[in-house]
């Protein structure tokens, strides 16, 4: 049996949608947050496990969107 860390977790990140809708790249939203496309890229494409608060705030200001938006239950 697996740890709390395997399978899905309920929610599903948009920051993909939310790139296109701003016509916005994943190298442009790493100069702007200072992440790596590597770290941004494992958000995208929803493999990501846990997410630092300061990482959620700075990926909001640069898209000019809400949590809610960026992080919804799958």
Not at 10 to 20: K, V
Not at 42 to 67: H, M, P, Q, Y
């Amino acid at each position: 049996m697996g740890g709390a860390d395997d399978g899905p977790t309920g929610i599903r990140c948009r920051l993909d949608e939310l790139l296109t809708e701003r016509q916005m790249t994943l190298t442009e939203l790493s100069e702007r947050v200072g992440l790596s496309i590597v770290n941004l890229s494992v958000l995208k494409n929803d493999r990501a496990r846990a997410i630092r608060f300061s990482t959620l705030v700075a990926i909001c200001d640069a898209l000019g969107c809400e949590v809610g938006e960026l992080l919804v239950r799958a």
